[in-house]
């Protein structure tokens, strides 16, 4: 036995039920949308809609946290501005009026500041938007002089070398 709840048009599909179930028989509680807390729908603590997506928000707090196919898992906190997603390009934190972010996505990450941006991406490392160190490259060879002039082309390959990997200027 249970209760079962349908659109006041006749013939209308059902849109939420209580008890058994028609269809399957499971005990419990099913609707297409749902508000749970809150005084209303308008400032309800959980919401739930007929595509799954779910929507907490925490009492007496100022964040929310979503569920669903556009957001995936997202955080978010309108009294700090804070803003933290996690979907299948990585995952990204940010705030706003501030200008420090960061992301960490499938090819790196990169924190993104006031004082410039720091990324590790595609095997390039960057500090504050100046390149620490670049990805693998060949070096200047094993050193072998037979003149002081192969020794400065040698040190100039080096220094070469040094600068195509960031590490010095």
Not at 8 to 24: D, K
Not at 121 to 141: E, I, K, M
Request: hydrophobic share 40%.
């Amino acid at each position: 036995m249970g209760i079962n709840i349908v659109t006041s048009a006749s013939g209308a599909p059902l849109i939420a039920w209580m008890g058994h179930s028609p269809n399957t028989g499971v005990q419990g509680f099913w609707a297409q949308r749902c508000w749970i807390g809150g005084t209303s729908e308008v400032n309800a603590a959980i919401v739930a809609s007929s595509t799954g997506a779910v929507s907490i928000q925490i009492p007496g707090g100022t964040a929310t946290l979503k569920i669903n196919g556009t957001d995936f898992f997202r955080i978010q906190d309108s009294f700090y501005g804070s803003d933290i997603k996690l979907n299948n390009f990585g995952i990204s934190v940010s705030f706003a009026g501030n200008p420090t972010s960061a992301s960490v996505q499938n090819i790196g990450f990169t924190v993104f500041g006031s004082n410039g941006n720091s990324s590790l991406n595609d095997g390039a490392l960057y500090l504050r938007n100046f390149q620490v160190l670049s990805t693998r490259q060949a070096g200047p060879g094993n050193p072998s002089f037979s003149s002081v002039a192969a020794a400065q082309i040698w040190c100039q390959n080096l220094l070469n070398a040094l600068r195509a990997h960031g590490l010095v200027t």
